[in-house]
């Protein structure tokens, strides 16, 4: 189909999927902010910036793109840090 087999085409729909998946972060941190009339970051954005960034990790390593696997394998330490920061926060105030 179009000129690719279907490894190809199976991995071409995991480089969307994950394409897919990293959008949606946008999608929902624009629309909580929408409902708060305010900038918010929503913990579920870094849930998908996770899934998305490890989707796509896996298609650049398949593609074996060093450029793109530095670029999402570094973006993963930085979301899992922040999502880390975020519930260390949560026990914070929890205790507090």
Do not use: C
Request: charged content about 10%; proline content about 2%.
């Amino acid at each position: 189909m179009f000129g690719y087999s279907w490894e190809d085409l199976i991995w071409i729909g995991i480089g969307f999927g994950g394409q897919a998946l990293f959008m949606m972060r946008f999608v929902v941190q624009w629309w909580s902010s929408e409902k708060a009339k305010q900038v918010v970051i929503p913990v579920s954005f870094w849930y998908f910036s996770i899934f998305g960034g490890l989707v796509l990790t896996v298609y650049a390593i398949h593609r074996s793109d060093p450029v793109f696997i530095f670029g999402q394998a570094l973006s993963l330490v930085i979301y899992f840090r922040n999502l880390h920061l975020h519930y260390r926060g949560k026990g914070r105030t929890a205790a507090s």
